[in-house]
T-cell receptor, first 112, second 114 residues
Framework: AQKITQTQPGMFVQEKEAVTLDCTYD???????LFWYKQPSSGEMIFLIYQGSYDQQNATEGRYSLNFQKARKSANLVISASQLGDSAMYFCAMRGNEKLTFGTGTRLTIIP | DGGITQSPKYLFRKEGQNVTLSCEQNLNHDAMYWYRQDPGQGLRLIYY???????QKGDIAEGYSVSREKKESFPLTVTSAQKNPTAFYLC?????????????FGPGTRLTVL
């Protein structure tokens, strides 16, 4: 069985600072993918970044980067130079087959 | 524009009534999914389908039913057997392709049972 753990229910960060959202996972699958999604108050899920279990380098997408530490089974999301528009719920998810397993999320609030 | 549509955005029903939530995609994706989200929680998988006329139960299928008669459509029926149906429901789709493939989500339907 797959499990995703996000231990930070909420975070407050000053605008323009960097922020790290934690995610640890557990799986017995040798091959898996890790995803981060952003959910604004409107409710839609916005895909941010993907990391494959065999990828040698950490994924980056603009201001988003994924700090992937396979031995520790962690896949933390780093947002650089945070903006007010980054305030939202953030979900870590893992895909081992055709199904996606989600964590409980972290509510990020950016303070002006 | 390609995407996933869910309608309506807000839905109110009386207790004991069945209700069907629609989900349509024009992305030509083979796989479609239904998730339930409760306040302050992550998404939980209700049902998914990888091919027309076939679908599998997810983690919380009790009290729900689905059909997949067309590739583009994957409606979800919330039956009166669902004990606590008030929630936010999200539909998603993806191509088939194992671990690499991301899922695309619709805007969601917020169901309130009175």
């Amino acid at each position: 069985a797959q499990k995703i753990t996000q231990t930070q229910p909420g975070m407050f960060v000053q605008e323009k600072e960097a922020v790290t959202l934690d995610c640890t996972y557990d799986t017995s699958d040798p091959s898996y993918g890790l995803f981060w999604y952003k959910q604004p108050s409107s409710g839609e899920m916005i895909f941010l970044i993907y990391q494959g279990s065999y990828d040698q380098q950490n994924a980056t997408e603009g201001r988003y980067s994924l700090n992937f530490q396979k031995a520790r089974k962690s896949a933390n999301l780093v947002i650089s130079a945070s903006q007010l528009g980054d305030s939202a719920m953030y979900f870590c998810a893992m895909r081992g087959n055709e199904k996606l397993t989600f964590g409980t999320g972290t509510r990020l609030t950016i303070i002006p | 524009d390609g995407g996933i549509t869910q309608s309506p955005k807000y839905l109110f029903r009386k207790e004991g009534q069945n209700v069907t939530l629609s989900c349509e995609q024009n992305l030509n994706h083979d796989a479609m999914y239904w998730y339930r989200q409760d306040p302050g929680q992550g998404l939980r998988l209700i049902y998914y389908s990888q091919i027309v006329n076939d679908f599998q139960k997810g983690d919380i299928a009790e009290g729900y039913s689905v059909s997949r008669e067309k590739k583009e459509s994957f409606p979800l029926t919330v039956t009166s057997a669902q004990k606590n149906p008030t929630a936010f429901y999200l539909c998603a789709s993806s191509i088939l392709g194992g671990t690499v493939v991301e899922q695309f989500f619709g805007p969601g339907t917020r169901l309130t049972v009175l």
